[in-house]
C-alpha cells in the first residue's frame, strides 16, 4: 500500500459531506477508506462537525502482538534490588554516605566523645566488682531437702536397676518319666524342649530389665522437671 505522506492534511469546506471528504483523501493519499480515519480539533470527524478548517488523515496501524507489560516485570524482578543507598546523593548534591558519617559523630560527641579514663583503670575497677561477694544471699532449706533427696533416690534407682539387669530367673526342668527302652529316643526332644526354654527365659529376662530402666529413667525425669521448677521459682523470689 503506497500512502503519499505529504497529503495528510485536507482544508475543508462547510458544504463538503463526510462521504465526500473520505473519497478525496483516499484518491489523495492512496489508502482505502477502511484504512484511515480524520480527525478534525483533536475528535474523530462526523457529519455533525464538518466545518471549515483543516481535517488530519490518520492511517490505522496495526497493532503488536502485545506482552511487553510482562516482559518488563520479569526483567524487573531479576534485577538486583540493593538497600545501600549510602553512594547516592541528596537534593543538595552531598553524598548520604557523608551525611551519615556527620550524624554518627555528632551522636557520639553528644554522649561525651571518647573517655579519657586509663585502660588499667578501668580493669581494676571491673575486677574489683567481680570480687564482692554477691549482696543476696539464697538460702531455702526446702530445697537444700530436695536436693539432698533426689541424689539418694536417683543412685537408689540406678542400683536397682542394675541388679534388676543382672539377676537370673531359676530355670526348671521338667522331670519325665521314661523306660528303660524309650530313654535314647527321647533325648534328642528333651534337649531340644530344654533349649527353647533357655531362649523364653533370657527374652523375659531381657524385657524385664527393659521395663526397669524405663521406669527408673521417667522418675529421673519427673525428679529433674521438678528440680528445674523449683529453681525457677526460687530465683523468681529472689529477684522480687
Do not use: W
Amino acid at each position: 500500500m503506497n500512502i503519499n505522506m505529504k497529503k495528510l492534511t485536507l482544508n475543508v469546506i462547510p458544504g463538503m459531506s463526510l462521504s465526500s471528504i473520505k473519497q478525496f483523501a483516499s484518491i489523495e493519499t492512496g489508502m482505502l477508506q477502511k484504512d484511515f480515519y480524520l480527525l478534525f480539533n483533536g475528535k474523530i470527524l462526523n457529519d455533525d462537525t464538518v466545518q471549515n478548517g483543516i481535517v488530519y488523515i490518520v492511517p490505522r496501524v496495526m497493532g503488536g502482538k502485545g506482552g511487553f507489560g510482562s516482559m518488563l516485570r520479569a526483567i524487573g524482578a531479576q534485577i538486583e534490588k540493593t538497600t545501600n543507598r549510602e553512594a547516592c546523593r541528596d537534593l543538595s548534591g552531598r553524598r548520604l554516605r557523608d551525611i551519615n558519617e556527620e550524624k554518627r559523630v555528632k551522636d557520639f560527641l553528644a554522649k561525651g566523645g571518647p573517655s579519657t579514663e586509663d585502660p588499667e583503670e578501668r580493669k581494676k575497677r571491673k575486677l574489683q566488682r567481680l570480687c564482692q561477694a554477691p549482696k543476696t544471699e539464697f538460702k531455702d532449706e526446702h530445697y537444700e531437702k530436695q536436693m539432698s533427696e533426689m541424689t539418694e533416690s536417683v543412685s537408689d534407682a540406678i542400683e536397682c536397676g542394675f541388679k534388676a539387669g543382672t539377676s537370673e530367673i531359676p530355670i526348671k526342668k521338667k522331670i519325665k518319666s521314661k523306660g528303660y527302652f524309650d530313654s535314647d529316643l527321647d533325648t534328642d526332644s528333651s534337649c531340644d524342649e530344654l533349649d527353647e526354654e533357655k531362649v523364653s527365659i533370657e527374652s523375659t529376662k531381657k524385657e524385664q530389665s527393659n521395663k526397669e530402666l524405663k521406669e527408673t529413667e521417667n522418675v529421673n525425669k519427673r525428679k529433674s522437671l521438678d528440680l528445674e521448677y523449683t529453681d525457677t521459682v526460687t530465683k523468681k523470689k529472689i529477684k522480687v
